[in-house]
């Protein structure tokens, strides 16, 4: 089992920047992938980022590149996303999601069994 719950959400003018966090509850001593996902109203859920929470290793998609960091508090486990230089486009429910184990090459919905509820991100022009 695992719990998780996003926060951090709001409104922010394009080229700010906005942190959300994901405290999650797992079982102790737990390896996970981690990632964050996020859907836009009308269109398919998008992967974000993902990280391990042991080794790190993160990888984002190419729309938020250089823009976007993901990271990791183990101590508090907590996950992190900090968005620089927003754009509309970034504008959607956010969510975290996690599954134990390592993560894979790639950042796929139906490679995390445990998600958040979300949080709004709203980016204006």
């Known amino acids: 089992q695992a719990h998780l719950l996003e926060s951090g959400g709001g409104s922010v003018q394009a080229g700010g920047s906005m942190r959300l966090s994901c405290a999650y509850n797992t079982l102790l001593n737990s390896r996970l992938c981690m990632a964050w996902f996020r859907q836009a109203p009308g269109k398919e859920q998008e992967a974000v980022a993902r990280i391990n929470t042991d080794t790190g290793n993160p990888i984002f998609a190419d729309s938020v590149k250089g823009r976007f960091t993901i990271s990791r508090d183990n101590a508090d486990k907590t996950l992190y996303l900090q968005m620089d230089n927003l754009k509309p486009e970034d504008t959607a429910m956010y969510y975290c999601?996690?599954?134990?184990?390592?993560?894979?090459?790639?950042?796929?919905?139906?490679?995390?069994?445990?998600w958040g509820q979300g949080t709004q991100v709203t980016v204006s022009s």
């Open positions: 999601a996690a599954e134990y184990g390592y993560c894979g090459l790639g950042i796929r919905v139906r490679d995390f069994t445990y």
